[in-house]
Structures are given as structure tokens and as C-alpha cells.
């Protein structure tokens, strides 16, 4: 089994402007007159690779604590396309795509409300993206939106360096945490080598 490890270093990677800077403080130090080491975080819910809950745009929307194991669990497809991305993209797209599907764009790959339209009247699960938002700068809200309210898990901020596009396994567990719209996670993409 290949495992990639697609998920960006939590104090390296690039922050959405506005958003605070991850911080990491000992409040512990082995040697201080303590036998241990004790860390507090301060990051914010999107920091790096994250995950959104529909809670993130839909007050009514279920928390990341609420929503189910199994949307961040499973079959997806890695396609690389860049550019702001229509209905009429994704209506071509989807039909040859898993549950999952992740765009490998370099960041430069963003959904159009329409293609959010398409995308929560399909099945699709969860959609990922290596660029800070699966929304472009000029209109954040709507896609955010229209995702939000159909409960399809948005997945920001991967590492896509190295991989190819084609069918894997993902896996990319938020934390529980009730009562919040976003969370950090580990992604990875699992295959089984090519010849097997």
C-alpha cells in the first residue's frame, strides 16, 4: 500500500488573510524543573489542511463534531484542472468521479457557484482542493454556501505535490469537537502499487 500524505505542515503552511497565525507555546519544558514537555496551541479551526462543516456557512448546518466518519473515508478521485470552475465543468466531471473528488490545481483551481449548484445535487460527499478556499477571492460566499446547505464536506488547503491523478483511497479525519464549523486534519491518499 502507497500512502501520501497530502496534508500541509500546521505552523509552515500558507494563512488565509485575516486569520490569525498558528502558535505553539511551551508551557512546560524538560529541564525547567519539570519532567516533561507541555504545549498550548492557539491556531484557528482553518488553519492549513482543514476541513469545513456546513456550520461554517449555514447556521443551521451541522457542526464538525455531528457530521458522519464516513464522508472523510473512502473512495475519491485526484484530478488536475485549474481556473474557476462552472456547472458545465463539473456536470462533465462528476460522472467519472467517486463520492470524493479533489482538485490538484496548484491553487488555482476554485468553484463557481454553479459548479457548487452541481456539486450538492449530486452525490459527491466531500470536495478538496490545494488552494487556502474551494471558492474564488471575488465571490467566497455563495459556493461556501451552496455546498454548506446540501452537507457536502469541503476539504481546503492539501499537499498535492507528486500526486497523480486517478483513484485512491482518502482518509482525513477531523477532530471532534462540538459546536465548531472547521477543523485540522491528517489527509492521505492510500493506493495499491501499480502491478498488484
Do not use: W
Request: with cysteine; aromatic share 8%.
Amino acid at each position: 500500500m502507497l500512502l501520501y500524505d497530502i496534508t500541509r505542515e500546521m505552523f509552515s503552511a500558507p494563512v488565509f488573510p485575516g486569520d490569525p497565525r498558528p502558535r505553539h507555546t511551551f508551557l512546560n519544558r524538560i529541564g525547567d524543573d519539570s519532567p516533561y514537555n507541555l504545549t498550548e496551541l492557539s491556531v484557528s479551526a482553518h488553519v492549513g489542511t482543514h476541513i469545513d462543516a456546513p456550520l461554517h456557512y449555514d447556521e443551521e448546518g451541522a457542526d464538525i463534531g455531528s457530521l458522519k466518519l464516513s464522508q472523510f473515508y473512502g473512495k475519491c478521485t485526484v484530478v488536475t484542472i485549474s481556473g474557476v470552475l462552472t456547472g458545465e465543468d463539473m456536470e462533465r466531471l462528476l460522472p467519472r468521479c467517486h463520492k470524493r473528488l479533489i482538485l490538484h490545481s496548484s491553487g488555482k483551481a476554485f468553484l463557481s457557484t454553479s459548479a457548487a449548484r452541481v456539486i450538492a445535487d449530486s452525490k459527491l460527499l466531500l470536495v478538496g482542493t490545494d488552494a487556502m478556499s474551494i471558492a474564488p477571492p471575488f465571490d467566497e460566499d455563495m459556493p461556501h454556501l451552496e455546498l454548506a446547505r446540501a452537507n457536502v464536506a469541503v476539504l481546503e488547503g492539501l499537499f498535492l505535490e507528486g500526486v497523480e491523478d486517478g483513484e485512491y483511497t482518502l482518509a482525513a479525519f477531523p477532530l471532534k469537537m462540538k459546536g465548531v464549523e472547521a477543523s485540522p486534519c491528517r489527509a492521505v491518499l492510500m493506493r495499491e502499487p501499480k502491478g498488484y
